[in-house]
DNA sequence: TGTAAGATCTAG
DNA sequence: TAGATCTTACAA
């Protein structure tokens, strides 16, 4: 990271979901662990909406143990464990009271590409972070970072340009039984780092007998 | 209190 | 293409 690296607003994610989720495209993530920088360059994202939106964690009848933090105060973290062995890393959006989140879902190693492989068992750069799941075991985030405040100690994004508009694609979001219809996942087109399942503007539909 | 399914990843 | 592995949500 250069020395001119600015810490983005956090009055940013009042806004739409779907709004905070392209302009956190080109954005660079970090993590402090340990006094030790891991993160790099969002190239993959997916907007979760509230309780209308049936792939999200709100769908639900109200404000659960699980989805709480999606509808506390915007800029803090979202963090849950699925499939019994992997992190996911959400950025809260929306005014509080309002259920919106950002999944981060794909970044560019750009700052401790080193440590980040070493937690990747030595995998290649590519595969560092390209996947929800991957990312959070590359930056080790864990359930003790849900509801942390981002830009303070732990948690950091800093501010770029916008990528134009034409780097910018969509679609389908993946790995849900409901709700990949709708587009609400973004990514830098053509870019390596975006995970696979992913590649292309096809949307992967999970198909899955009796479901 | 029990059960089913999950915003995934990896190896075979 | 299926298994790993455990938390959450919801029904009984």
């Known amino acids: 990271m250069g020395s001119g690296a600015v810490?983005?607003?956090?009055?940013?994610?009042?806004?739409?979901?779907?709004?905070?989720?392209?302009a956190l495209l080109g954005k660079t993530l970090v993590t402090v662990t340990d006094g030790v920088l891991t993160g790099g360059r969002i190239v993959e994202v997916e907007a979760y909406l509230g309780a209308?939106?049936?792939?999200?964690?709100?769908?639900t009848r109200g404000i659960t143990r699980r989805n709480a933090t999606m509808y506390g105060p915007?800029?803090?973290?979202?963090?849950?464990?699925?499939?019994?062995?992997?992190?996911?890393?959400?950025?809260?959006?929306?005014?509080?009271?309002?259920?919106?989140?950002?999944?981060?879902?794909?970044?560019?190693?750009?700052?401790?590409?080193?440590?980040?492989?070493?937690?990747?068992?030595?995998?290649?750069?590519?595969?560092?972070?390209?996947?929800?799941?991957r990312l959070a075991a590359a930056l080790?985030?864990?359930?003790?970072?849900?509801?942390m405040k981002l830009n303070e100690n732990r948690i950091f994004v800093y501010d770029a340009p916008e990528p134009p508009p034409f780097a910018v694609a969509s679609s389908g979001r993946i790995g849900l039984s409901a709700g990949h219809e709708i587009?609400?996942?973004?990514?830098?087109?053509?870019?390596?780092?975006?995970?696979?399942?992913?590649?292309?503007p096809v949307t992967k539909v999970r198909t899955r007998a009796g479901r």
């Open 183 to 200: 587009e609400l996942r973004y990514y830098l087109r053509d870019d390596p780092f975006v995970s696979r399942g992913a590649t292309g």
């Open 140 to 147: 080790a985030i864990t359930m003790g970072d849900n509801g």
């Open 7 to 22: 810490p983005l607003s956090l009055a940013l994610f009042e806004a739409d979901p779907r709004d905070v989720a392209r």
């Open 52 to 59: 209308d939106d049936l792939g999200s964690h709100a769908a």
């Open 74 to 133: 915007p800029g803090h973290a979202y963090v849950y464990f699925t499939y019994g062995m992997h992190h996911m890393l959400n950025l809260v959006c929306a005014p509080e009271g309002t259920a919106g989140a950002v999944l981060i879902r794909a970044l560019e190693p750009t700052v401790g590409a080193e440590e980040m492989s070493s937690r990747r068992e030595g995998r290649p750069l590519r595969e560092l972070a390209s996947g929800p799941g």
